[in-house]
């Protein structure tokens, strides 16, 4: 059974840092994309960032330039550098696998973490 583990969230002052991590077990290969999302109080749930085997990125407009999505080397590990944090990235982050190959996207996600907890203070 595939299982995602998110970890690294916690309260940090408008314009620090965090790096979330997402571990990934259960699963020989890497997954054909993975993808941070997260959902803010009260709000849908929106696509962060996502990346394929090949390491493409795409980044949601509202975190480019300030969020970088990566996996570890061995690939069982996902990863999410955010830098320049707004009160409006508060929200709870959610890591998705897609273990079927074809376009890397937000959609058809088929494991879910749990989700971890970042909250931004002004």
């Known amino acids: 059974q595939v299982q995602l583990v998110e970890s690294g969230g916690g309260s940090v002052q408008a314009g620090g840092s965090l790096r979330l991590s997402c571990a990934v077990s259960?699963?020989?290969?890497?997954?054909?994309?993975m993808a941070w999302f997260r959902q803010a109080p009260g709000k849908e749930r929106e696509g962060v960032a996502n990346?394929?085997?090949?390491?493409?990125?795409s980044y949601a407009d509202f975190v480019k330039g300030r969020f970088t999505i990566s996996k570890g080397y061995a690939e069982n590990t996902l990863y999410l550098q955010m830098n320049s944090l707004k009160p409006e990235d508060t929200a709870k982050y959610y890591c998705?696998?897609?273990?079927?190959?074809?376009?890397?996207?937000?959609?058809?996600?088929?494991?879910w973490g749990k989700g971890t907890l970042v909250t931004i203070s002004s």
């Open positions: 990346i394929d085997t090949d390491g493409r990125t």
């Open positions: 259960g699963y020989t290969y890497s997954p054909a994309c």
């Open positions: 998705a696998a897609d273990l079927h190959y074809g376009l890397c996207d937000y959609h058809g996600m088929d494991y």
